[in-house]
């Protein structure tokens, strides 16, 4: 468990945070894609509500997670800028700091396991970061994190739980509200949290009616379990099939999600594969398993969705096209 | 070998064409989809030209032939749509008259050759269609469609040589060039040659500069040999790996093409493949193989498309999931 403090900023009316979103959207905006907003009749059908899906799965490096990298790498001071950055990942923002750096011109160390995919390693590789791999442990991946810290000074970045990071990932519903100004709910899944918490961040910011909840692997529900005890709980093994949300909340995001998400919602691993199947066949869009979770959500809670308008956040669209969960019936 | 004759109308300034197109326009919009248009740096990185993809993968049934059969259902006689419609098809024609026909409220018959894949035959009758089997020959085919023409007088439908079909299918290259007025290319995949002469309908219309090109498989590539001969040239057996483009031009859209289309591109189904892995893993979309061939086109010949603004219309994206041409490196 981590000890936290709800984060100073937290007014009713928010004007801190959308200063702070605004001046990182102007900041990164040249480094991201302004992702489409897509909708389908079909899956607007099925879930009798109006989706407006944000496809962050088309964002540059195929996430969201480039928004808060290339956040965290241009707030960098001169100093720490020539010094470089590490992280420890073996997902989506170890490519999203390795593209972020080779953009900037910045030199990135990314601390990957030992048991990392091939084509992810080929990946951070291909945008010319360095990678130290380590035991598959996440003891072993923070020590080695550390030990570059320590010995060439480099900035360590935070995957979720850093503010930077946050408020980028915030303009991915920055820009879904400015689109769409009207949305009744925006829904994002939460691993970290980092997503979820820049989502609540953007809605409590930009809409005075609209809702933030969250969606998250019944599996690996340690948010929703989190929010429930009022403080944050980690899992020492979580077991799902939306890989990117096998993470747990950090003291920076808990309290935004406390303040501003009304409810998280949870699914099975079932649900998950199912509408994974059901946005690829019909909207014919890939969509990661994590990505799937919000839409099961909607699926599995007609009660609150029924008749509105509903932002998603499609989070990413990295997957291995050789290993689906599911055949064409 | 199949004799023809210029369609009337071809005038160099192509006012029929355009009423025809935009009267089906009205006719047809709302039956259809107005679909996105997509762009991607690494493809236009790639191909050295801005790519502007329209994506009929998105349109209802999962491709553009839900335009034209949409149309010449719309386009019956008051008797006509009280008998119904009989065509004949393994492909996305058969799932694009059996929906429209359920949702103008008419009666339709599918012939599908006793091979045809499970999947797309489940299609069909969800669509409430009836299903007609016979033995997977051309000449089958249409004596079985015949039959039921001669029996209880429906109205054959043809997927690609029907003008009704081919100025609904225009309505996808006028939606894009609506969008974008100064392309300078657009190109599509050529198969039966509907929707390349509707392509080049609403090119020759809707713009003074917009070139029409016309890509399809080298081993399929009998519209590149019809054009060079100037009459229509059948082959007995074609195979590739683009399933929609086995077919050959008919009488009505062979004129068409000829007079508006300024080249055909012939690729290879390595480039293919290559072109349809880069758009799923680079665009996060997915295509057919048919939808990659004008990709593969463009990839192949900078020296026709570099420095230019290319529209290419992305025919559909009904795929068997369970058995893709390429796997991840």
Not at 149 to 157: M, T
Not at 183 to 199: E, F, K, Q, R, Y
Request: net charge negative; proline share 4%.
């Amino acid at each position: 468990m981590i000890s936290f403090s709800k984060i100073e900023y937290l007014s009713p009316r928010m004007t801190h945070f959308s200063n702070d979103i605004v001046q990182c959207y102007d900041r990164i905006k040249s480094y991201i894609h302004r992702t489409p907003v897509l909708q389908s009749r079909l899956v607007n059908e099925r879930a009798g509500c109006s989706i407006f899906f944000k496809c962050e799965n088309m964002q540059r490096m195929g996430a969201f997670k480039m928004r808060g990298a290339a956040n965290a790498i241009l707030s960098l001071s001169e100093d720490e800028r020539k010094r470089g950055v590490v992280t420890h990942s073996s997902g989506n923002f170890a490519q999203a700091v390795a593209l972020s750096a080779l953009v900037l011109g910045i030199d990135a160390t990314i601390v990957m396991p030992s048991n990392a995919p091939a084509v992810k390693k080929a990946a951070v590789a291909d945008y010319g970061a360095q990678i130290i791999e380590c035991e598959p442990t996440i003891e072993a991946r923070e020590a080695a994190t550390q030990k570059v810290v320590d010995a060439h000074g480099k900035k360590a970045l935070h995957p979720s739980n850093a503010i930077e990071v946050i408020t980028g990932n915030a303009t991915a519903a920055y820009e879904l509200l400015a689109d769409y100004p009207d949305l009744d709910i925006v829904i994002s899944p939460v691993g970290g949290g980092g997503l979820l918490a820049g989502t609540a961040m953007a809605g409590a910011s930009f809409s005075d009616t609209c809702q933030v909840i969250g969606a998250e692997p019944m599996q690996a529900d340690d948010a929703y379990q989190s929010l429930k005890a009022g403080h944050i709980i980690k899992y020492d093994k979580v077991d799902t099939i939306a890989d990117g949300l096998r993470t747990y909340l950090g003291d920076v995001n808990f309290p935004i999600i406390q303040s501003h998400v009304q409810e998280i919602i949870r699914v099975e691993e079932s649900e998950i594969i199912d509408a994974m199947k059901f946005v690829w066949e019909r909207m014919k869009i890939i969509i990661e398993a994590s990505s799937a979770v919000p839409v099961a959500a909607i699926f599995k809670k007609p009660e609150i969705f029924t008749g509105k308008k509903v932002g998603l956040i499609i989070s990413g669209g990295n997957v291995d096209l050789g290993a689906l969960p599911f055949t064409v019936s």
